[in-house]
T-cell receptor, first 113, second 113 residues
Framework: GENVEQHPSTLSVQEGDSAVIKCTYS??????FPWYKQELGKRPQLIID???NVGEKKDQRIAVTLNKTAKHFSLHITETQPEDSAVYFC????????????WGAGTKLIIKP | NAGVTQTPKFQVLKTGQSMTLQCAQD?????MSWYRQDPGMGLRLIHY???????DQGEVPNGYNVSRSTTEDFPLRLLSAAPSQTSVYFC????????????FGPGTRLTVL
């Protein structure tokens, strides 16, 4: 089955700098890759997703890139702000299943003022 | 719309006790799922349902039962609680499967002594 690895586990960046979080997956049949943000004590919320027929997707300061050959995808946050501090989770569909997501272990992003 | 609701928010059980975690959504979503979240392990799928009367197992189903008698409700039953089931439990729903935006409930923090 699918396995998702996420790095780093903790990332500390200066406010205004960029942050990059990377995930690798094992099943070449996976076709959906979302990113969720979870603030302390809150529920996870989708921030951006990408499907296997697209290489890059942007939404304001957030972008996701997908490299199907290398089986990895990355979250890029530019011009980081204090409100970006949270835990970020990547996920991948379990093969070509439409019914299961396999999640990374999470990255705690700390924005230093 | 209330979105996805979960009760209770907190629960303490003794080993061997049983209980039901409640989950309801008012968005007419077909797909509902239960996750557990443990430190350093991301989210792991316990069970999911693609519609009323249809349920299936996820990654970590042992010790849990589910049923889906209506579109709105998807309760999770712990049959005989064990300390290994101490976790935060999230219910989620989406229009169609896991390759769609997942809307999470606020979570239930369960401690088994």
């Amino acid at each position: 089955g699918e396995n998702v690895e996420q790095h780093p586990s903790t990332l500390s960046v200066q406010e205004g700098d960029s942050a990059v979080i990377k995930c690798t997956y094992s099943d070449s049949a996976s076709n959906y890759f979302p990113w969720y943000k979870q603030e302390l004590g809150k529920r996870p919320q989708l921030i951006i997703d990408i499907r296997s027929n697209v290489g890059e997707k942007k939404d304001q300061r957030i972008a996701v890139t997908l490299n199907k050959t290398a089986k990895h995808f990355s979250l890029h946050i530019t011009e980081t702000q204090p409100e970006d501090s949270a835990v970020y989770f990547c996920a991948a569909s379990n093969g070509d299943s439409n019914y299961q997501l396999i999640w990374g272990a999470g990255t705690k992003l700390i924005i230093k003022p | 719309n209330a979105g996805v609701t979960q009760t209770p928010k907190f629960q303490v059980l003794k080993t061997g006790q049983s209980m039901t975690l409640q989950c309801a959504q008012d968005m007419n979503h077909e797909y509902m799922s239960w996750y557990r979240q443990d430190p350093g392990m991301g989210l792991r799928l316990i069970h999911y349902s693609v519609g009323a009367g249809i349920t299936d197992q996820g990654e970590v189903p042992n010790g849990y039962n589910v049923s889906r008698s209506t579109t709105e409700d998807f309760p999770l039953r712990l049959l005989s609680a064990a300390p290994s089931q101490t976790s935060v439990y999230f219910c989620a729903s989406s229009r169609q499967g896991s390759t769609d935006t997942q809307y999470f409930g606020p979570g239930t923090r369960l401690t088994v002594l």
